[in-house]
Structures are given as C-alpha cells and as structure tokens.
C-alpha cells in the first residue's frame, strides 16, 4: 500500500507506478535509511512523541530489519514499495505494528531521501578515496621499477623531449593526487544533515537538529530547509569530480594504448587485461583501456544529465529530483571500476626499454640540448634556435641523428661547437639537466617518488 492512500479514491495505473517507483534503484540506500530512521526514532524521544521503551523497541526492529538486507539486499527488489523510505515503513510495521507508524511523525520523504543519498555519499567518498589509493600506489611502484627506461615524450603527439617512463607514471599520479583531494573538499561542504527540514518548512517538533547531526556523524545540519531538501550540489560536485577523474583516466588508457601499438611497441599489456580477435589470430587487443577510455562519455553524460535535470526547478522539492540517483551511482560505480581496472593493467605491464629507448634517440628529441649548448656559448636563443632548426634538416636529409653528424658537418652550421657537443647531445645529458622542482632528470624523479611514498604512507 503507498504511504499516501488516504486522500485518493483509485489506485495508481500500474505505468505510472512502474515509472514513479524508486525502490529499483533506490534500495541501495538501506543501510542509511534504516540508521536516519534510528536517528529520527531518538529525536521524536527528545519531543516526547515516543517514549523510550518505544524507542527501543523500534530501534531494536530497524537493527534486525539492516542485518536483514545486509545479509541480501536484493531481497528488497521483490516489494511492490514505491521506494526505499516506504519500503523500511512497511517492514517495520510489519514487525512493531502500530509503533511503527508513529515513526514518520514530523519527517518528510524529503529530508529523509536527501539524507539517505548524503550518508551513501559520505560513505562512497571513502570507498572512492581508498580506491584511488590503490591506483596511486600502483603508479608510484610502477615509477619506481622503471626509473631507467628513457622513452620519448610528446607534444602534438610528435617527440619532443626524451622523458623516462616513470616520470610519465608520476604525472598520472599527480592527476589522482589532485582527484583525491576534490573528494576531500567535496566530503567538507556535503558534511551538513538536512534531517529535521521536514516537507520543505522545517519540523513542526521542537527538536535539538544539530545534535541529530551528530548522531547521524554529520559535522553540523542545514541553515535552511528549503534549500536543505533540495539542495544536490552534493550530487553535482560529485559527478563533476567523477567525470575530471575520468577524464584524466581516459587520457591513461589513450597513452598506453598508443604506447602498446605496433608502432610504437613500447609496452606489451598482459594476457589477463587484453583479447583476441575472433577472425584475425594475431591480435591482442587492449580492451580493458580502450573501455576505460570509452566509459568517460557515460560519466561525463551523467554530469550533463544531472545539471540539465536541476536546473531551472523551483524550490522547493520536486520529483525531479529522485532523478540524482540513476546518475550518481552509474558514474561512481563506473569511476569504481575503471580505477580498479587502471591498477590491474599495471600490475603486469611489460616495458620494452629497448624500443622506447631507440625511439627517444629519433626524432630529433635532443634539439633543444643543441641550442641550450649554442646559448651557453653566448648566441642568444632566438638565433640558437634558427641554427638548430637548419641543422635537424641537413640532418633529416642526410638520414641522421644530430648526434650522428661530425664535428666538421656541426660546424658548418655554427663554428663555435666543439668536440663537448657529443656528451651534451646524449639521451643521459638530456634527462640530468632537467633537475629544476619537476623536471625528468632522475635526481628529481627519485625524489618525487620519495614524496609520493610519503604520501601514500607506504
Ligand atoms: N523517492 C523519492 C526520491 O528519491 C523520495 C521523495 C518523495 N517525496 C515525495 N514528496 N514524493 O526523491
């Protein structure tokens, strides 16, 4: 039976049922369902509303009724309940009878939904954080294993500057680094309990609202309830912070798969995160990053959905809003699983130093060193800069690396290099130099791998 019988003289059609129903999506929020209601059960205590052997009893069924869906939460989805909050009612009635009726009093499906969905957060936020650990942890041990393989790093996609693979492993650290900290100030400002906001108006009970924060383990509770019960910045902050994270991880996954390409050959990906092709027996394809890379859309779509779907509603609760939940736990449970599938790929990746070695030594990578080399000898950069660009295309047309012209052929090009250039120009020379805060060389990499260990307290 609905929670809202009294007032309606049909029943609902069943299509509209079906599309007005929750309980599908929304039983994932038991657990914070049945502790709000644990929570409210105390509060209507403190306005004498129920006595405290009510209470009790009524807290004691709420236990049995979480170690019910604990054990099987699924079990939930056989109800006809409209959705989690009149699902919990049902159940506790059936076990307390008429007690469990008066626990409504003075609470709204408003506050309670919104605050169900903020707990979940809380306590995702968390899960999320240690997930991300895993994957930063996975990095920095990646990093740390191949300080040594110099491969070339790009820009437009063309080798630019030699770099080393654990630098690049470094960079994505940063990234999930940063990601950590977004959820960090998220968590900060969803910290707030919109529970005793009531419909919209606040509770007609006179209750302690901020000690019912704390027994909830809410920092504090809402200034306003009408901002309180449809407030969802939580849920956009939240799908935004998905989405950067998912972003960066794409550009992950895009990299190794460019990395892992015939051409390039740099990485070989393991057995256990590839597939073959069903008609061509040679190939070995990097599924598992090509989904990565691909399930940013539906994350970034969720973001786009849950903006489009909040805008322009009027304050204040609108069934609009149930909305945030098909949203918000496709695009974590999706963050969830790609972070969890980046660190399995790196588990046992295979880095081909020699390839990437020989590549970082093409493509004029070690162009720059030439005209840092002519600056140090006093020709001004701008003029160092023309001379070098005309050696690499003597040496193009010759088929060789700078480093590969002799000191005569240097020479036509500016008399002041001298038999020093040589060191300069090797692929070691390149990375060393770089010892500025965030550079390459693998001096500073070292110590970014210290750091990051600190960090991570490993
Ligand atoms: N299932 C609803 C939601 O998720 C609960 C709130 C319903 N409130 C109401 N007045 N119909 O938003």
């Known amino acids: 039976m609905a929670l809202w019988g009294g007032r309606f003289s049909q029943a609902a059609d069943q ?51 979480l170690n019910l869906v604990q054990q099987n939460p699924q079990q939930i989805l056989q109800s006809d309940a409209e959705d989690i909050h009149s699902w919990v009612e049902q159940k506790l009635i059936e076990k307390v009878g008429d007690l469990g009726k008066k626990l409504h009093t003075g609470r709204s499906r408003n506050d309670q939904s919104t605050t169900d969905l903020k707990l979940w957060c809380k306590e995702e936020i968390k899960l999320l954080i240690d997930t991300i650990h895993q994957l930063r942890q996975s990095l920095v041990i990646t990093a ?41 100030d998220t968590l900060k400002r969803l910290d707030v309990s919109p529970l005793g906001s009531g419909a919209l108006a606040g509770t007609a009970y006179l209750m302690d609202r901020e000690q019912l924060a704390t027994w909830l383990g809410f920092a504090s509770a809402t200034n306003n309830s009408l901002d309180a019960v449809s407030d969802r910045d939580h849920v956009l902050e939240l799908l935004n912070n998905a989405a950067i994270s998912m972003t960066h991880l794409s550009r992950f996954a895009e990299d190794l798969i460019i990395f892992n390409s015939g051409e390039a050959n740099f990485v070989e990906l393991s ?81 081909n130093t020699d390839a990437c070695q020989q590549a970082a030594k093409q493509g004029y990578a070690n162009a720059t060193e030439l005209a840092d080399y002519l600056v140090a000898k006093g020709i001004p950069f701008r003029e160092a800069h023309h001379i070098v660009g005309e050696a690499v295309v003597g040496a193009i047309a010759k088929q060789k690396a700078l480093e590969e012209l002799t000191l005569d052929e240097l020479k036509a090009y500016s008399p002041v290099i001298e038999n020093d250039v040589y060191s300069i120009l090797s692929l070691n020379s390149c990375l060393v130099k770089r010892s500025a805060k965030g550079g390459v060389s693998p001096e500073q990499v070292k110590s970014a791998i210290k750091l990051a260990k600190q960090q991570l307290l490993i």
């Open 144 to 184: 740390e294993q191949h300080q040594d393989a110099v491969m070339p790093g790009y820009t437009h996609l063309q080798r630019a500057q030699p770099i080393t693979f654990a630098h690049w492993c470094l960079a994505y650290y940063e990234m999930l680094t940063r990601d950590t900290n977004r959820l960090q």
């Open 15 to 65: 299509r509209f049922k079906h599309f007005n129903d929750s309980l599908r999506f929304d039983y994932r929020l038991a657990k914070q369902d049945i502790i709000g209601s644990i929570a409210w059960s105390k509060a209507l205590v403190t306005v004498n509303v129920l006595s405290h052997d009510e209470q009790r009893k009524l807290e004691q069924a709420l236990n049995e009724l």
């Open 271 to 351: 057995d256990r995160v590839t597939s073959g092709s069903s008609l061509m027996p040679q190939k070995k394809n990097p599924d598992a990053l090509e989904l990565i890379r691909g399930k940013v859309g539906r994350v970034v779509g969720a973001l786009t959905g849950a903006l489009v779907t909040f805008k322009g509603l009027p304050l204040a609760y609108n069934k609009d809003l149930q909305e945030d939940k098909e949203h918000l736990f496709d695009a974590l449970d999706t963050w969830h699983e790609c972070l969890a599938m980046a660190a399995l790929v790196l588990e046992d990746i295979k880095i």
